[in-house]
């Protein structure tokens, strides 16, 4: 299933899909497109409201594809299914493979302390794939470290700082993150959250890869740790 000869090849056999993934690919593309669209001048304002609410930089959002997803909102006929429908009052970030191509959604309620993010696969894509990976063209060029953090925030945190960066959306790797892991496991620091999950993380990385590992001892994650010190938080991350 996995063949890792170059960064084109970093998801599943592109020989493997058939016409409903590329047809479920383009549903999704185009529901974004829709949606952004439908939302007209409140788009700008949702952003900035995100944006403030996570510390991040409208700009970084804007880039990376992030969208509310309104429950107020009307829904043609097309889009209003059960996946989609799931999303309304979500803030969603698009998951992509390393064409730019998207594959699902993570959807973000902090209302929802239980439920915070729920997932969207496409068909063929079900099991966990990294956030991020439409940047592995651009980390092929250099020798430079690519992190692998657990949640999107902290990703998108690391990205406005110029860090190369995936999140596994989650402490566990799957068999496809753990291939990808070993592949690259020189230049892979992956930072776990300071927690049982977490510590569960480390060892299995540390168990199956010869990746380097590292946790906060003063905060949860990397998000938790900007707020306390971004200074020491960014020299931390620059030492590696």
Partial sequence: MFDFTSY???VFDENNIDNDINEQRKHLADFLSWLKQAEGD???DYQNAFAELRQLKV?????FGGIFYPDDIEVPVKYNDRNLRMFQGRYIYPI???KGEICGFTGYDADQPDNKYIDLKCKGFDTPMFIGLQNMPEYYKNSKTIFIVEGVVCQLFMLENGFQVLSSMGSHLSQYQLQFVK???RRI?????NDIAGDNYVAQVKRYTKARTFQFDYAKDIDDSRKVNLEKTLKTLNQF
């Fill in 189 to 193: 620091v992956v930072i776990a959250d």
């Fill in 8 to 10: 084109k090849d970093l």
């Fill in 183 to 185: 592949r690259l496991e």
């Fill in 42 to 44: 409140d788009y700008q």
């Fill in 59 to 63: 700009e970084t959002l804007d880039k």
């Fill in 96 to 98: 992509k493979n390393t």
